[in-house]
């Protein structure tokens, strides 16, 4: 037995990648620290502008917290709309406003999640702009936050996910509304240009980028539109957004989700929840690729392996197979399809269930295994095709996932990324393969902003360290 | 058009079979024939139905000794058929019996009677064959089989059903089926158990592709990972207890259908050729063109795929087949192999094997597969391959119809003068071998007459390889030693007719023999892994089981006794000799005599030529020849300051090699210090017959007449402190983990504290490096032609090992002389003498 322990345990450190960023002091632990905004340090104690200062242990932020405790009145505009607790959580809060006022970044506020297929863009616009502010500002950056805002698609390929935005949130003592873009990684270039044209390194502002493509483009950024970018970690990001969303809620409403009796077509209904208590947690995080971390804190966590086969892999099947062009479409075609015509079920071959085996005869036994017969090929609908890849990548993620859980001894599955955008199809086959699979001792969750919570962490990246340029 | 392609291509093949291997040089241009067939006749699966009847095949050659069959199984699957059956077969067996009234009057100047009988072993038999053979192949069982006894057969395989009613009505056998997965796994059991060689793991730019591994005694319990048109993962326990506790539907159904979707491309073969010429970097978006480079952090390597079919969601590219069937390869390969990582960390299980039709022999499916499993768990998992992995449903499916015989409760060994070997489906592999792996594919099982257990001194039974070289990797000796083997045909020929000089068609016996063991020769050199690893003793052991074949029990019968008779004579003349001599001299002379014995050993080429033409060459002589010491590997003074300081041996056990002057002058002298000493002895000798080596039969004979003249060795035998036990081998070379169980036991009761293993073949080609939890001394002469050409005549060089109990190095001495001689043994392991 201790055999077997140890072996798990060589295992798991040196299969899969463990990072703990506690230490660094990137983000305060502080459970009830929303976001960068957080500082309690921000007074004079811990010097001039340093937005986030870097408390690292819980005692120091307590003795903080204390300290603050007296001066509840000395705050400015009691704009939080978070700030519905406590006295002093509300003077801790106001306190923050205070201090964070002189030093935060200027705007525009861009996050920036560059994936491999999408690139993700979250924009807050300031909502709370006196007069005197609206005087200063530089038309140019007018000009941006009245492209962003007074359109929902950008050229060919853009488009603002209206229905997402997060209104009158508050970030760095600015009210404002967040708004989430995104586009093909294709149109990086134009996008490049367009900041050269548009002059944006005038602006002085940082781009906070996260994504691949923050590594991959940064030297493009920097010769052709003169933008130094700011990169960071794409799971880092991916954690602190996901987590700050879910606590700022979705407008009221929450922004996780689940599906109850996901077992059952007919009553399987999608409810609300938030993640309280949110660790641990498996966060399978579907773009063209999947990666799954196990999160044990916002700074503690590992990726526990990834996979391949992800949004990529079906869309570029799915454009092989059926010609179409983009996800919406393949996702339409899938839809409509049948996947039974496509792939051999356990009763294709033993006539019904595998008792031996306890395997239904409805389960999949192959995919795409009635394709080897070329009487079935030549007869088969490209919906049927799209809908077979779809439910085989799923069930493919579903299954890697689920054993990820197993061995991480996680109960709670988090699936998110825009793999799951529109896809209904999708999220409930997920809800549905985590319980019966596990005979209900796991369970899905989703979140409403699936794709954008990279994007988000960047942002906030850059309201926690503007001082430092 | 194709059927006349088909036969002649067939023909074409038979034909080189029969011109042997000068032919096989040339073979490229049958290659070209081949594929000229294959174009005309485009998808084999679907066009075979209706041209199965006009192929001619060779039958008799594949479903052998039918007339003595029962008890059938078969297993159908998507593309192959395999058959099982159970046959008894009768082998002339050369017995030797002491004559009743032995007088000293030598009226009859035979030393004992020698007979050859018929004996009758059970023998396993699997083929495999393509499904569109199935009829002719249904016909010819039908019209061979004798037995009337077989009422059904088992059946189990996807295919099972749907050729049911033929086969009720070709063979009026009822068919009865069987799990598939229950086979599997009983299949599996089975080949683990009995076949040394089975598992290997895949290295594709190794020297060797296959690395073969040391089954543990314990084959439980592993992971078994089948990979058909969908994936299941099953945990084996024991024998009876097995799960299925996991799958996956993407398998090698989902490369097959949608590798057809995409590329048009209708076989499954077809599909691996086109993914092994393809680039998947052009469809698979890999983690550098996400990042530019690496991602550093996570130690994600930039070649590592982010995306399988990344780069396809585009309208505006064309794709090539060769590059969207790579992808699909290692998009499918990946998954497998991390869902098998998945189950065997939940399950803290290291041992997981690979099977099913998409593993099947096919280097470009290993290959991917053990990438997936090294990158997956940091190479802590290997993934692991069965040389019989297509036979395993046929063999399980046997073994639940014949569970009454219980197979189970024997030992068996694979024949490899009836097996195929291992083929390689790699399209550039040796034409000769892939045409037989397309069309049909044997193997034989020879149930041993004895059980076998792992010798108990062994240190480490998980660990331990009986053979010094291994072929495979090596091959500068693996060229040596098959080329030496091959220039040993003629002598090995010549004596096997002379054994039998009163049979008719004896020649032509030995010329098919000839014929056979070349082959096999020429397959090795193609396809050294086809028995798993190649050594030594492989490539004797195969001697043995090609002579067995055709009827040459044992060709050095005659002149074993021969010489028996002739040292026979000699031995009161030397034990007196070196009765004279004093203790620690007499300690020296008996060890000289071990090895000067030692060299009388026909299956030495150098030494057999000789002999053959100079009877004089004696005992004396022999003596003469040896080297002075110090010798080649020298530890004899260890071993005298053993004998003088420590207490005698409890009780000592010594593998014997050759008849005549080895067993008769050099051991049995030896035999009876120890005997006098206090030392038990047990003297192991070979069950069946291998070259000249003494058989339990003649060693109990030559023991009698040697008890008649010699009152220690009476003695020894009256008290029960000097026994004869077989080996339960035929084998020139000694596998200490495959012994038979009386040994075992004797070995146990008498607590055996001493290990003396003789000759070349048991302590050089084998146990060289064996390591035991007793002392043991090796002795050896190592004589060969190539060495005694360059010495210009025969010359010996002797070793002599003592080790004493766990890791006392063993000091080697390499003895002065004239001429510089190098002995290769192996790459690694360079004799010098200069």
Same mark, same amino acid.
Request: hydrophobic share 35%.
């Given at each position: 037995?201790?055999?077997?322990?140890?072996?798990?345990?060589?295992?798991?450190?040196?299969?899969?990648?463990?990072?703990?960023?506690?230490?660094?002091?990137?983000?305060?632990?502080?459970?009830?620290?929303?976001?960068?905004?957080?500082?309690?340090?921000?007074?004079?104690?811990?010097?001039?502008?340093?937005?986030?200062?870097?408390?690292?242990?819980?005692?120091?932020?307590?003795?903080?917290?204390?300290?603050?405790?007296?001066?509840?009145?000395?705050?400015?505009?009691?704009?939080?709309?978070?700030?519905?607790?406590?006295?002093?959580?509300?003077?801790?809060?106001?306190?923050?406003?205070?201090?964070?006022?002189?030093?935060?970044?200027?705007?525009?506020?861009?996050?920036?999640?560059?994936?491999?297929?999408?690139?993700?863009?979250?924009?807050?616009?300031?909502?709370?702009?006196?007069?005197?502010?609206?005087?200063?500002?530089?038309?140019?950056?007018?000009?941006?936050?009245?492209?962003?805002?007074?359109?929902?698609?950008?050229?060919?390929?853009?488009?603002?996910?209206?229905?997402?935005?997060?209104?009158?949130?508050?970030?760095?003592?600015?009210?404002?509304?967040?708004?989430?873009?995104?586009?093909?990684?294709?149109?990086?270039?134009?996008?490049?240009?367009?900041?050269?044209?548009?002059?944006?390194?005038?602006?002085?502002?940082?781009?906070?980028?996260?994504?691949?493509?923050?590594?991959?483009?940064?030297?493009?950024?920097?010769?052709?539109?003169?933008?130094?970018?700011?990169?960071?970690?794409?799971?880092?990001?991916?954690?602190?957004?996901?987590?700050?969303?879910?606590?700022?809620?979705?407008?009221?409403?929450?922004?996780?989700?689940?599906?109850?009796?996901?077992?059952?077509?007919?009553?399987?209904?999608?409810?609300?929840?938030?993640?309280?208590?949110?660790?641990?947690?498996?966060?399978? #995080? %579907? *773009? &063209?690729?999947?990666?799954?971390? +196990? =999160?044990?804190?916002?700074?503690?966590?590992?990726?526990?392996? $990834?996979?391949?086969?992800?949004?990529?892999?079906?869309?570029?099947?799915?454009?092989?197979?059926?010609?179409?062009?983009?996800?919406?479409?393949?996702?339409?075609?899938?839809?409509?399809?049948?996947?039974?015509?496509?792939?051999?079920?356990?009763?294709?071959?033993?006539?019904?269930?595998?008792?031996?085996?306890?395997?239904?005869?409805?389960?999949?036994?192959?995919?795409?295994?009635?394709?080897?017969?070329?009487?079935?090929?030549?007869?088969?609908?490209?919906?049927?095709?799209?809908?077979?890849?779809?439910?085989?990548?799923?069930? #493919? %993620? *579903? &299954?890697?996932?689920?054993?990820? +859980? =197993?061995?991480?001894?996680?109960?709670?599955?988090?699936?998110? $990324?825009?793999?799951?955008?529109?896809?209904?199809?999708?999220?409930?086959?997920?809800?549905?393969?985590?319980?019966?699979?596990?005979?209900?001792?796991?369970?899905?969750?989703?979140?409403?902003?699936?794709?954008?919570?990279?994007?988000?962490?960047?942002?906030?990246?850059?309201?926690?360290?503007?001082?430092?340029? | 058009?194709?059927?006349?392609?088909?036969?002649?291509?067939?023909?074409?093949?038979?034909?080189?079979?029969?011109?042997?291997?000068?032919?096989?040089?040339?073979?490229?241009?049958?290659?070209?024939?081949?594929?000229?067939?294959?174009?005309?006749?485009?998808?084999?699966?679907?066009?075979?139905?209706?041209?199965?009847?006009?192929?001619?095949?060779?039958?008799?050659?594949?479903?052998?000794?039918?007339?003595?069959?029962?008890?059938?199984?078969?297993?159908?699957?998507?593309?192959?058929?395999?058959?099982?059956?159970?046959?008894?077969?009768?082998?002339?067996?050369?017995?030797?019996?002491?004559?009743?009234?032995?007088?000293?009057?030598?009226?009859?100047?035979?030393?004992?009677?020698?007979?050859?009988?018929?004996?009758?072993?059970?023998?396993?038999?699997?083929?495999?064959?393509?499904?569109?053979?199935?009829?002719?192949?249904?016909?010819?069982?039908?019209?061979?089989?004798?037995?009337?006894?077989?009422?059904?057969?088992?059946?189990?395989?996807?295919?099972?059903?749907?050729?049911?009613?033929?086969?009720?009505?070709?063979?009026?056998?009822?068919?009865?089926?069987?799990?598939?997965?229950?086979?599997?796994?009983?299949?599996?059991?089975?080949?683990?158990?009995?076949?040394?060689?089975?598992?290997?793991?895949?290295?594709?730019?190794?020297?060797?592709?296959?690395?073969?591994?040391?089954?543990?005694?314990?084959?439980?319990?592993?992971?078994?990972?089948?990979?058909?048109?969908?994936?299941?993962?099953?945990?084996?326990?024991?024998?009876?207890?097995?799960?299925?506790?996991?799958?996956?539907?993407?398998?090698?159904?989902?490369?097959?259908?949608?590798?057809?979707?995409?590329?048009?491309?209708?076989?499954?073969?077809?599909?691996?050729?086109?993914?092994?010429?393809?680039?998947?970097?052009?469809?698979?978006?890999?983690?550098?063109?996400?990042?530019?480079?690496?991602?550093?952090?996570?130690?994600?390597?930039?070649?590592?795929?982010?995306?399988?079919?990344?780069?396809?969601?585009?309208?505006?590219?064309?794709?090539?087949?060769?590059?969207?069937?790579?992808?699909?390869?290692?998009?499918?390969?990946?998954?497998?192999?991390?869902?098998?990582?998945?189950?065997?960390?939940?399950?803290?299980?290291?041992?997981?094997?690979?099977?099913?039709?998409?593993?099947?022999?096919?280097?470009?499916?290993?290959?991917?597969?053990?990438?997936?499993?090294?990158?997956?768990?940091?190479?802590?998992?290997?993934?692991?391959?069965?040389?019989?992995?297509?036979?395993?449903?046929?063999?399980?499916?046997?073994?639940?119809?014949?569970?009454?015989?219980?197979?189970?409760?024997?030992?068996?060994?694979?024949?490899?003068?009836?097996?195929?070997?291992?083929?390689?489906?790699?399209?550039?592999?040796?034409?000769?071998?892939?045409?037989?792996?397309?069309?049909?594919?044997?193997?034989?099982?020879?149930?041993?007459?004895?059980?076998?257990?792992?010798?108990?001194?062994?240190?480490?039974?998980?660990?331990?390889?009986?053979?010094?070289?291994?072929?495979?990797?090596?091959?500068?000796?693996?060229?040596?030693?098959?080329?030496?083997?091959?220039?040993?045909?003629?002598?090995?020929?010549?004596?096997?007719?002379?054994?039998?000089?009163?049979?008719?068609?004896?020649?032509?016996?030995?010329?098919?023999?000839?014929?056979?063991?070349?082959?096999?020769?020429?397959?090795?050199?193609?396809?050294?892994?086809?028995?798993?690893?190649?050594?030594?003793?492989?490539?004797?052991?195969?001697?043995?089981?090609?002579?067995?074949?055709?009827?040459?029990?044992?060709?050095?019968?005659?002149?074993?006794?021969?010489?028996?008779?002739?040292?026979?004579?000699?031995?009161?003349?030397?034990?007196?000799?070196?009765?004279?001599?004093?203790?620690?001299?007499?300690?020296?002379?008996?060890?000289?005599?071990?090895?000067?014995?030692?060299?009388?050993?026909?299956?030495?080429?150098?030494?057999?030529?000789?002999?053959?033409?100079?009877?004089?060459?004696?005992?004396?002589?022999?003596?003469?020849?040896?080297?002075?010491?110090?010798?080649?590997?020298?530890?004899?003074?260890?071993?005298?300051?053993?004998?003088?300081?420590?207490?005698?041996?409890?009780?000592?056990?010594?593998?014997?090699?050759?008849?005549?002057?080895?067993?008769?002058?050099?051991?049995?002298?030896?035999?009876?210090?120890?005997?006098?000493?206090?030392?038990?002895?047990?003297?192991?000798?070979?069950?069946?017959?291998?070259?000249?080596?003494?058989?339990?039969?003649?060693?109990?004979?030559?023991?009698?007449?040697?008890?008649?003249?010699?009152?220690?060795?009476?003695?020894?035998?009256?008290?029960?402190?000097?026994?004869?036990?077989?080996?339960?081998?035929?084998?020139?070379?000694?596998?200490?983990?495959?012994?038979?169980?009386?040994?075992?036991?004797?070995?146990?009761?008498?607590?055996?504290?001493?290990?003396?293993?003789?000759?070349?073949?048991?302590?050089?080609?084998?146990?060289?490096?064996?390591?035991?939890?007793?002392?043991?001394?090796?002795?050896?002469?190592?004589?060969?032609?190539?060495?005694?050409?360059?010495?210009?005549?025969?010359?010996?060089?002797?070793?002599?090992?003592?080790?004493?109990?766990?890791?006392?190095?063993?000091?080697?001495?390499?003895?002065?002389?004239?001429?510089?001689?190098?002995?290769?043994?192996?790459?690694?392991?360079?004799?010098?003498?200069?």
């Amino acid at each position: 037995m201790d055999n077997a322990e140890s072996m798990v345990d060589k295992k798991g450190e040196s299969g899969t990648f463990h990072v703990n960023n506690g230490i660094n002091g990137h983000v305060a632990n502080g459970g009830s620290c929303s976001c960068c905004c957080c500082g309690g340090g921000g007074s004079s104690s811990t010097g001039p502008g340093n937005c986030c200062s870097g408390v690292g242990g819980g005692s120091a932020f307590d003795s903080v917290q204390h300290l603050h405790h007296h001066h509840h009145h000395l705050g400015g505009g009691g704009d939080d709309a978070e700030c519905n607790g406590s006295p002093a959580k509300r003077c801790r809060l106001r306190r923050r406003t205070e201090s964070v006022r002189r030093s935060r970044p200027p705007f525009p506020w861009f996050g920036m999640d560059i994936g491999g297929t999408l690139v993700k863009l979250v924009y807050f616009e300031p909502v709370d702009i006196t007069a005197e502010e609206e005087q200063e500002e530089v038309e140019n950056l007018k000009s941006i936050r009245r492209y962003l805002t007074s359109n929902v698609a950008y050229g060919k390929t853009g488009v603002r996910d209206v229905h997402l935005e997060l209104r009158n949130m508050t970030m760095c003592g600015r009210t404002g509304n967040l708004h989430f873009i995104r586009f093909p990684t294709q149109a990086m270039p134009l996008f490049i240009q367009m900041g050269r044209d548009k002059n944006f390194s005038s602006l002085h502002t940082t781009l906070c980028a996260t994504g691949g493509g923050a590594y991959k483009f940064e030297n493009d950024f920097r010769t052709m539109a003169d933008l130094e970018l700011l990169k960071l970690d794409e799971l880092d990001c991916l954690i602190r957004g996901l987590l700050f969303v879910d606590r700022m809620g979705f407008n009221g409403r929450t922004e996780g989700y689940y599906f109850q009796n996901p077992s059952d077509t007919e009553s399987c209904v999608k409810k609300p929840c938030t993640l309280d208590n949110p660790f641990p947690m498996l966060l399978v #995080n %579907i *773009g &063209s690729g999947v990666s799954i971390l +196990a =999160v044990y804190s916002q700074s503690d966590y590992k990726r526990v392996t $990834g996979t391949s086969l992800g949004g990529g892999t079906f869309l570029g099947l799915c454009c092989l197979l059926t010609g179409c062009e983009t996800f919406e479409e393949a996702l339409e075609m899938a839809s409509k399809g049948d996947s039974t015509n496509v792939d051999k079920l356990v009763r294709d071959i033993y006539g019904g269930d595998y008792e031996r085996f306890g395997l239904q005869g409805c389960a999949v036994a192959s995919s795409f295994g009635h394709m080897m017969c070329k009487e079935k090929r030549d007869s088969i609908s490209k919906e049927d095709l799209a809908r077979a890849m779809l439910v085989t990548i799923t069930n #493919n %993620i *579903g &299954s890697i996932a689920r054993m990820c +859980a =197993v061995n991480e001894k996680i109960e709670r599955v988090v699936f998110v $990324g825009n793999f799951l955008r529109i896809n209904t199809v999708s999220t409930k086959l997920l809800a549905y393969a985590m319980d019966f699979w596990s005979k209900g001792q796991l369970r899905a969750l989703f979140l409403e902003h699936e794709g954008y919570f990279g994007a988000v962490g960047a942002l906030m990246e850059l309201l926690k360290t503007s001082d430092d340029l | 058009m194709f059927t006349k392609r088909r036969s002649l291509l067939r023909d074409a093949w038979l034909l080189i079979g029969r011109l042997g291997p000068t032919y096989i040089r040339h073979a490229r241009s049958v290659k070209s024939v081949r594929t000229m067939a294959e174009c005309g006749g485009g998808d084999s699966s679907t066009s075979s139905h209706t041209m199965d009847k006009s192929i001619t095949l060779p039958p008799d050659e594949i479903f052998r000794n039918l007339e003595n069959a029962k008890r059938f199984a078969i297993d159908i699957g998507g593309s192959l058929t395999k058959l099982a059956y159970y046959s008894t077969v009768q082998h002339k067996v050369a017995k030797v019996r002491s004559f009743e009234h032995h007088t000293e009057d030598a009226a009859s100047d035979k030393l004992y009677e020698i007979s050859v009988q018929e004996e009758v072993t059970a023998r396993l038999h699997f083929i495999k064959f393509e499904n569109a053979y199935i009829e002719t192949c249904l016909d010819f069982i039908k019209d061979h089989l004798v037995n009337t006894e077989t009422k059904v057969i088992k059946a189990t395989g996807g295919g099972a059903h749907k050729f049911k009613e033929l086969i009720e009505r070709k063979l009026g056998l009822k068919v009865d089926k069987e799990d598939e997965m229950t086979c599997l796994i009983k299949g599996c059991n089975f080949v683990l158990r009995n076949i040394p060689h089975e598992v290997f793991v895949y290295a594709k730019h190794a020297d060797s592709e296959f690395r073969f591994q040391t089954t543990h005694p314990d084959i439980f319990p592993y992971l078994l990972v089948n990979i058909g048109s969908g994936v299941s993962i099953v945990k084996v326990e024991s024998e009876d207890k097995f799960e299925r506790i996991g799958g996956s539907s993407i398998g090698g159904g989902t490369f097959w259908g949608l590798g057809a979707l995409l590329t048009k491309t209708k076989r499954f073969d077809e599909l691996l050729q086109l993914a092994s010429r393809g680039q998947h970097t052009n469809v698979d978006m890999l983690v550098k063109d996400i990042y530019g480079g690496s991602y550093g952090s996570l130690g994600l390597t930039g070649d590592l795929i982010a995306s399988s079919f990344g780069k396809s969601a585009t309208a505006d590219k064309e794709f090539s087949k060769e590059d969207m069937a790579k992808s699909l390869l290692h998009m499918i390969s990946n998954d497998i192999g991390q869902l098998a990582c998945l189950y065997a960390k939940l399950h803290n299980l290291s041992r997981v094997y690979f099977g099913g039709f998409f593993i099947r022999g096919h280097p470009v499916t290993m290959h991917t597969i053990t990438y997936s499993i090294n990158f997956f768990t940091k190479g802590e998992v290997q993934a692991l391959f069965l040389r019989h992995e297509g036979y395993l449903g046929a063999i399980g499916a046997f073994l639940k119809g014949a569970e009454e015989d219980n197979p189970n409760q024997y030992s068996w060994g694979e024949n490899y003068a009836g097996s195929s070997g291992l083929m390689s489906v790699s399209p550039d592999m040796n034409p000769l071998q892939r045409a037989r792996s397309g069309t049909f594919d044997m193997l034989e099982m020879d149930r041993l007459e004895r059980q076998l257990v792992n010798l108990p001194l062994l240190q480490d039974s998980s660990s331990y390889i009986p053979d010094t070289v291994d072929l495979t990797e090596d091959a500068l000796a693996r060229e040596y030693w098959l080329d030496c083997f091959e220039e040993a045909l003629d002598g090995v020929v010549k004596r096997a007719i002379g054994s039998q000089p009163d049979i008719p068609e004896v020649t032509e016996r030995a010329e098919k023999f000839r014929q056979k063991y070349r082959n096999k020769l020429q397959t090795l050199r193609h396809q050294p892994f086809a028995y798993g690893s190649l050594t030594v003793r492989s490539l004797l052991d195969t001697r043995e089981h090609c002579l067995n074949e055709f009827n040459f029990p044992d060709p050095y019968l005659k002149i074993k006794e021969k010489e028996n008779d002739m040292a026979l004579k000699y031995y009161l003349k030397v034990v007196k000799s070196l009765e004279e001599l004093g203790w620690e001299q007499r300690q020296l002379a008996l060890v000289r005599g071990v090895l000067a014995g030692n060299v009388f050993d026909w299956g030495a080429k150098a030494v057999s030529d000789v002999l053959e033409s100079d009877p004089e060459f004696g005992f004396e002589e022999a003596k003469r020849q040896l080297e002075e010491r110090p010798w080649l590997v020298d530890s004899y003074d260890q071993w005298l300051q053993r004998l003088k300081q420590g207490p005698p041996h409890k009780c000592a056990l010594f593998f014997v090699d050759n008849s005549g002057m080895d067993i008769i002058l050099g051991v049995m002298p030896f035999v009876r210090e120890l005997l006098s000493r206090g030392t038990e002895v047990v003297l192991a000798s070979n069950s069946g017959p291998a070259l000249n080596d003494v058989t339990n039969g003649e060693l109990q004979i030559l023991i009698e007449r040697i008890a008649a003249m010699d009152p220690v060795i009476q003695a020894g035998l009256m008290d029960d402190r000097l026994t004869l036990v077989q080996s339960g081998s035929s084998s020139p070379c000694l596998d200490l983990s495959r012994l038979d169980k009386v040994l075992a036991m004797v070995v146990r009761e008498r607590q055996t504290d001493l290990i003396v293993i003789e000759g070349m073949g048991r302590a050089i080609h084998t146990n060289y490096y064996a390591t035991l939890n007793c002392e043991s001394l090796k002795m050896a002469v190592i004589k060969n032609s190539w060495l005694a050409d360059r010495l210009g005549g025969v010359s010996v060089l002797p070793c002599c090992m003592f080790q004493k109990v766990l890791g006392v190095s063993v000091t080697t001495v390499f003895s002065s002389g004239t001429c510089s001689v190098t002995l290769i043994i192996s790459e690694h392991h360079i004799f010098t003498v200069s």
